[in-house]
Structure formats: C-alpha cells, structure tokens
C-alpha cells in the first residue's frame, strides 16, 4: 500500500516538483495550495504524513497545526520553512510538528526525514551489507571487494558504512555533514573535506572491482549502486 | 495638575520664577510694613512718655496745698507741648482740670476730648476721639508731695495710620508690578536660554536616513544644552557609521549574489540552445544546482553576519576545551592538506579552558585553518599552535601563502574583502569566513590579529580569555586531566 502524503504549498512550482518528486518515489501525493483547504483535505481523507510549509497566506500553517493537534489528529507532520533560527524551530515544533526542513533543502534530505517519519529505513540490525562484490562487515570492521581486503580508515569506513546502509538512495553532502562528521551547518570547507574523501574511498573500492559503484551526482550528492542512476 | 503639563517649559520656568519672587517680595513687604507699623507705634508711645515726663516735672504743690501747673519762669524755653500732641490734661482726684491742653477756651473742643473716666487704669490704650481721630493715649498716676492726680496724654495716630496706607498702597501696586516684570523677565530669560533647543529641533527635523550626515548646532560646548547637542551629534555619527555599514553590506551582498545567479543563467540558457543527450542534460542540471548550493551557503553566510550585527546570535556559554577543540578541526581538515601534499603539523600542551560555544568558534578556526592550506602552495607546512600566555587562551596558525601586505592587514576581516579587487572567485569562499571568524572570537572577548611578511606568509593569531583559573582547577579535577 502506497504511503499517502498530503503537501500544503502555496508557491505552485514547488508544490509541483514536490508532487512529482514525491510520486517518483512511489508516494502517493495531493497537494492543497491553501491552510484551509489542507484543513479540509486532512479530514475528509486518510493521510499519512504531511508536508506543510508554514508561510501560508490566508491561515497561518502554525496556527492550522495548532488546530489539527488540538483535534487530536496524530498524522506525522514535517514543516517546510524559509526560518531557520533555532527559535523558529522551536516554534515549530511546539506547535505539533515532527520534523522542520529549512528551505532551500536537498530533495534527498527530505525523501530521508519522509522515511524516519514513516518508519521506513528504521535503523536496520544489519551487521553485514553485500552489493555486487563488495562486502563491508560491521562486527570484524573488515571490508572485502572481489576477494581483497580492503585497507580504510576509520573515516572511510563509517563514509562506506552509511552509502550502503542507504545504497540506491541520494546521500546528500548535508547527511554527511551531519550524520559522519556531526556538523549542524553544511559549511564549504568541510563540503570539500567530504569531497575528498569520498574521491580516496572510491579509488580504493571502486579501483579493484568492477562496475563502478560509487556514483557522483553533480549537484546532488552521491550514491552507491551496481547500475548507475 | 494638567494645566501645568499644558504649559511649555519656558511658561513654566516663568510662573515658577515670578511666583517665587512674588512670595519673597511679598514676606519682605510685610516684613518692612510689619516692621514701619511697629517703629511708628513705638514712637507715639515713647513720646507720650516724655510727655508725661515732662507734665511730672511740671507739677508743684501750690499755697493751697492743691497741685498745680507750674510753668517755671527760670526755665530756658517755655514748656511747649510736643509738637502734634492730640491733647495733655492732668485731673485731680476729684475730677477738677489741673491743667489741659488745648485750652478750653477754644469753643468746641470739649468735642474733641474724651471724656475722663476715673475708672480707668493706666497705661497705654487706644480710643477714639468724638471728631473721630484715632488717639493712642497714656494715662498715669502721679505723686506730687503725696497727692495723687492723673495724667493724660494723646496722640493722633491718624498720620502714622495715613503713612503706613501710602506704604502699603505703594506696595500693593509695586508688588504686582514687580511680580509681572519678573514674571515678563523670566519669560524671556528662560525663551532666550531655551532657544538652541529650538534650533536643535529644526535641525533634527530634517535629519533623516538620507541626510545622516547633518550635525547639530553647539552654541556653548559648555553648557547643559551644549554637552546635549554633542551628546546627540555622537549618536548620530554612530547612526550613521552603522548605515553606512549597512549600505555598503547590502550593496557588497547583491553583488555577490549576482555572480552566482548569472552562472546559473548562463549555464541554464547555453544548456538550452542545443540539443544534448541525457547525460550531458544531468550535467547541465547538475552543474546548476552545485551553483545553487555555493549561493545557498553564501546567504547562510550573509544571515549569520547580519544576526550577527543586530545581537541576534544567542551564545551559550560553557566550559570548552579549545585545545581538544583544534585538533578536532586538525584531524577534519587534514585530508585537504594531505592533498596537496603538505605538513600540518599541530604543537599543543594538554587541555586549555576557556567559557564559550564550540560551534561557533569551531567555525572560526575551521575558516581560518581552510584559509592556511588554502593558501599555502603544495608541500608546504600549516603550523598549528594552541597554548596559554598569562590569562589568555591563543591558537596561532602559520601559512606559508604569498603574505598579506600591511595595507591590507586590517581590511581582511571586513565582509566580502578580499585583496585583490578583481574579486576572483578561483580560491572559492567569498570573503566572509574571516568576518565570520573575527565575529566569532570577539564574540567570546577575544581578538584576533594577523601579522605577515610579503614573502614567508602570515600568521593568524587568536586570543580568548582563559576560563577563571578556579574553575579550571575544579574541572580539571573532575576530568582527571591536569
């Protein structure tokens, strides 16, 4: 059964590559353009997440959360907003939200903070993760192609690690940023440390096997995969 | 009290003064008339006891054994009564005249005497006489050679009472007089001391954003209104130093803007003149939205500095230990020095504390570390140091880059600055990391500097006050580090 997700969006263009985005993803998408219609939507259908950018006109999206919430209604919320000031955050999710994505974001960052929200990608108990010939085990801390074993650093290996946990996903700059090297911001001196990480983990992975599987996606991010995007 | 608030200051400072003037006047003038009333009274009193002095000395036991007047003869000057003198008698005990003044033979003037009363005590009382003159009149016993008979003397108030009406007439009408010439007089002092107020509101009336550079006019620099007037002109260079700054940051920010969305155009519209296949279309694509990102991180650079400016940046202050702070920048960034094949090399001596937040000065040393190896030339040396000198925390970082020279020394922490004017953008970055690095280590009270030499490269030098050397002993305690 596909995930239905409602989007609020009034900027037309965005709620358009929202919908598709979304649908490419094999989401089920409606879009509502207005607080109030969004308000009408959520009750007369089944959702289950939604996508609400706060800078509505008419209704606020705060004060429409508010109101769902006091409803008692429980669907999972991810609020889109061009505030990024840790009081609005708080704001946010004071109001009942789940989740707050700052504008501009990575269509990848959102589908990954879709999939927490949807208890998809629930951090696996996998120990061992294989693609082609590539084996990377968490338990020896080994990694194995066509046979070789494969000399990384600690880095490297937790770079690896999180490309095969989400391997066919985007892995966007910002989820290394955050998730490996811990940094709140993405900051352009650490986007070329990554950079150049990654350009060391695919000379050792991808040198000695074949096909390539660590794949640059110019002004996306990365992806690990035995047939390229 | 309304009224009084309606009032301007310089109406106000008038009715004030005048009042005060009018009470001071007013106390003095019944002071002097208080005081002329009482000398006029005391006068009459002391002349009518002369007057009974003399009636005294004037007085003898006749043949008859009756007292009598007695006009010496061997006296120099006939015994006049004192000039003004309403009226003299002397009464035997038994009501018969010794003697009175005026005469009797006067007709009518049994109408202007009072009547004797035996009755009556002495001493000094007032009574008004039948043609209805105001006398003050002292009556006594005397003793001559045993008999006692009593005299009377008076005077007319009627001129000391006149007197004291003109004075008090003349006051009642120099008094407000005085009052309104003062009150008149404190109108103008105080329009005369207010006018550079005056001034000073048509001049600020036509400073504005635009035309920040007008100053007010300072009559005295000495004066209260002269040291307000500077006070003033003070806050308006600060004003309009900081749109200044703002102008100019606007107007840096837009251009800077600019760039990358003209790549982004530029990029979009060739990408659309041909036909290419999907491949080359993703890179198109691609290269437009890594674009995108450098203009994204350029804004977040922007917004950080203007929170920044306008003390919207919330600092949480805690225990930090920057030494382990450094090195984890060290480890981060070392892979873009091993890139280019370089050392950089980190010198530290254990655990230094300082009170602040790590990310935000995080941020500063990983700009300023990026800029060193940036900047130094492949298989050159990055020196990395942190330690203590005094009460201060420092982290020096050492390049071997082309140098700074001292022109531009201090300009380099300015927003969007960088040294050679054409802008290149090939070393990337856009001028902001070191503004943000300066905002950073200042924002903690610390400093940072830059010294170099055109030809063995630059060091940067930052400062921060070292946590409170208690504390530090408590957390190293705590810590087990030492």
């Not at chain 2, 002071?31 to 002329?36: K, Q």
């Not at chain 2, 919330?314 to 090195?327: G, H, K, Q, R, T």
């Amino acid at each position: 059964m596909k995930v239905r997700i409602l989007v609020v969006e009034d900027e037309p263009k965005l709620a358009q590559a929202l919908k598709q985005g979304l649908e490419n993803e094999l989401y089920d998408v409606k879009v509502a353009g207005t607080g109030e219609e969004g308000f009408f939507l959520v009750h007369a259908e089944a959702f289950d997440l939604m996508i609400l950018d706060i800078m509505l006109p008419g209704r606020s999206g705060l004060e429409a959360l508010k109101a769902l919430r006091n409803r008692g209604l429980t669907t999972p919320v991810l609020i889109l907003s061009a505030l990024d000031s840790v009081q609005d955050r708080v704001i946010g999710l004071e109001a009942g939200a789940d989740d707050y994505l700052v504008k501009p974001f990575a269509f990848a960052e959102l589908l990954a903070r879709l999939r927490v929200l949807t208890r998809r990608g629930r951090p696996s108990d996998i120990l061992r993760f294989k693609t082609a010939d590539l084996e990377l085990d968490l338990v020896t801390r080994k990694v194995c192609r066509s046979g070789q074993i494969v000399d990384l650093t600690a880095r490297e290996f937790e770079l690896l690690e999180f490309l095969l946990r989400h391997q066919g996903q985007i892995v966007s700059r910002e989820m290394l940023s955050r998730e490996i090297w811990g940094e709140a911001q993405r900051v352009t001196p650490l986007d070329n440390v990554i950079d150049v990480h990654l350009t060391r983990l695919r000379k050792k992975i991808d040198s000695i096997g074949s096909p390539k599987l660590i794949h640059t996606l110019r002004g996306i991010g990365f992806m690990l995969r035995e047939v390229p995007p | 009290m309304i009224w009084w608030k309606a009032l301007s200051i310089r109406a106000r400072l008038a009715l004030f003064f005048a009042t005060a003037i009018g009470l001071i006047l007013l106390a003095y003038a019944t002071y002097i008339a208080a005081f002329v009333h009482q000398g006029l009274k005391n006068e009459t009193l002391h002349r009518l006891d002369q007057e009974i002095e003399i009636i005294e000395r004037s007085l003898r036991i006749g043949s008859s054994g009756e007292v009598l007047w007695y006009a010496p003869h061997d006296v120099h000057e006939p015994y006049q009564p004192l000039k003004n003198v309403s009226w003299l008698d002397v009464h035997a005990m038994d009501g018969r005249i010794i003697y009175r003044v005026p005469e009797l033979d006067t007709p009518g003037m049994d109408a202007e005497i009072p009547q004797f009363e035996i009755a009556r005590r002495s001493g000094y009382f007032l009574t008004t006489a039948p043609n209805g003159a105001h006398l003050r009149v002292l009556q006594r016993d005397i003793e001559v050679d045993g008999q006692r008979v009593i005299a009377r003397a008076a005077l007319s108030e009627d001129q000391a009472e006149r007197d004291l009406r003109t004075l008090l007439g003349v006051m009642a009408i120099g008094l407000p007089l005085a009052i309104a010439l003062s009150g008149l007089g404190g109108y103008l002092l105080a329009g005369h001391a207010l006018r550079p107020i005056s001034r000073m509101i048509f001049e600020a009336r036509s400073i504005h954003a635009e035309r920040l550079d007008a100053r007010l006019p300072i009559a005295n620099p000495n004066d209260e209104l002269g040291n307000l007037a500077l006070t003033f002109n003070d806050l308006f260079s600060r004003l309009e130093r900081s749109f200044e700054q703002l102008k100019r940051f606007t107007s840096d920010a837009s251009h800077e803007l600019r760039t990358p969305l003209a790549v982004i155009r530029s990029i979009g519209e060739v990408g659309l003149r041909e036909h290419h296949n999907e491949h080359r279309y993703r890179e198109i694509i691609g290269s437009m939205l890594e674009e995108i990102d450098r203009l994204t991180l350029l804004i977040e650079g922007l917004l950080t500095l203007t929170r920044a400016d306008s003390g919207q940046m919330s600092i949480a202050f805690n225990p930090i230990n920057i030494a382990e702070l450094v090195e984890q920048v060290f480890l981060q960034l070392q892979v873009l020095a091993e890139e280019k094949r370089q050392l950089l090399e980190l010198n530290s001596n254990g655990p230094v504390w300082i009170s602040g937040d790590g990310s935000i000065l995080r941020r500063a040393v990983v700009n300023i570390v990026d800029n060193a190896i940036k900047y130094t030339p492949e298989e050159g040396t990055v020196l990395v140091k942190i330690g203590t000198c005094g009460n201060m925390a420092f982290i020096t970082v050492q390049d071997e880059g082309h140098g700074i020279p001292s022109t531009h020394q201090e300009k380099i922490f300015d927003r969007f600055y960088r040294m050679d004017a054409a802008r290149t953008r090939s070393e990337g970055g856009y001028g902001l990391g070191l503004a943000i690095a300066r905002w950073a280590v200042e924002a903690h009270s610390g400093s940072i500097k830059v010294s170099s030499s055109s030809s063995s490269g630059s060091v940067f030098r930052i400062e921060l006050p070292l946590l409170v050397s208690q504390t530090q002993n408590n957390i190293a305690q705590t810590t087990g580090k030492r």
